[in-house]
């Protein structure tokens, strides 16, 4: 089946990105303070890119690891059943952990992570969402913090895809269809 065409709009430019992640990694960085070592956990793959500037931003020793779960495919909307495609290769029990999403829409990929995170034992476990839509929540979750609470548009960019395409945009964009 043919894709549908669409146009890309800006909706949050670079610019904008990274001067919030710049002033998120003061407040985690605050959080964490005394850390002997923060385990950032990136959940693949919308959040590559913003994992990568966020721990170039904080002021703490991270270890990286990476979580790959899924409930969308290549569909624009969710599935609602949340698939571990890879899980990490550390342990987390009695350290502080900080998951790195790229947007809460729904709510359950991010609920499904915390409950198989917190079964692990951190000492502290702490969210931040580059992109929030509350507007969708289906599951009654909320990211530590925030980087940019969005309208119900689908967006892509900042490693975000649709379909695996637009993943490299420097800017958050919002998909317009046209027929």
């Given at each position: 089946?043919?894709?549908?065409?669409y146009?890309?709009?800006?909706?949050?430019?670079?610019?904008?990105?990274?001067?919030?992640?710049?002033?998120?990694?003061?407040?985690i960085?605050?959080?964490?303070a005394?850390?002997?070592?923060l385990?950032?956990?990136?959940?693949?793959?919308?959040?590559?890119?913003?994992?990568?500037d966020?721990?170039?931003?904080?002021?703490?020793?991270?270890?990286?690891?990476?979580?790959e779960?899924?409930?969308?495919?290549d569909?624009?909307?969710?599935?609602r059943?949340?698939?571990?495609?890879?899980?990490?290769r550390?342990?987390?029990?009695?350290?502080?952990?900080?998951?790195?999403?790229?947007i809460?829409?729904?709510?359950?990929?991010?609920?499904?992570?915390?409950?198989?995170l917190?079964?692990?034992?951190?000492?502290?476990?702490?969210?931040i969402?580059?992109?929030?839509?509350?507007?969708?929540?289906?599951?009654?979750?909320?990211?530590?913090?925030?980087?940019?609470?969005?309208?119900?548009?689908?967006?892509?960019?900042?490693?975000?895809?649709?379909?695996?395409a637009?993943?490299?945009?420097?800017?958050?964009?919002?998909?317009?269809?046209?027929?």
């Amino acid at each position: 089946m043919p894709a549908r065409p669409y146009v890309i709009d800006e909706l949050i430019s670079a610019k904008a990105i990274a001067a919030r992640i710049e002033a998120l990694s003061h407040q985690i960085a605050a959080e964490f303070a005394g850390t002997e070592k923060l385990v950032v956990v990136g959940l693949l793959r919308g959040s590559f890119v913003f994992i990568a500037d966020l721990v170039r931003e904080l002021d703490l020793p991270v270890e990286v690891d990476f979580l790959e779960a899924s409930s969308y495919g290549d569909a624009t909307e969710s599935s609602r059943e949340v698939r571990i495609l890879k899980d990490l290769r550390g342990q987390i029990e009695g350290r502080d952990v900080l998951v790195v999403e790229d947007i809460v829409d729904t709510g359950y990929t991010l609920s499904y992570v915390i409950k198989l995170l917190q079964n692990r034992k951190p000492a502290k476990l702490r969210t931040i969402a580059l992109l929030d839509k509350p507007s969708r929540r289906e599951v009654a979750i909320r990211a530590d913090w925030i980087g940019f609470e969005i309208p119900d548009e689908f967006v892509v960019g900042y490693g975000i895809d649709f379909a695996q395409a637009n993943r490299n945009l420097p800017f958050i964009g919002k998909v317009k269809f046209v027929d």
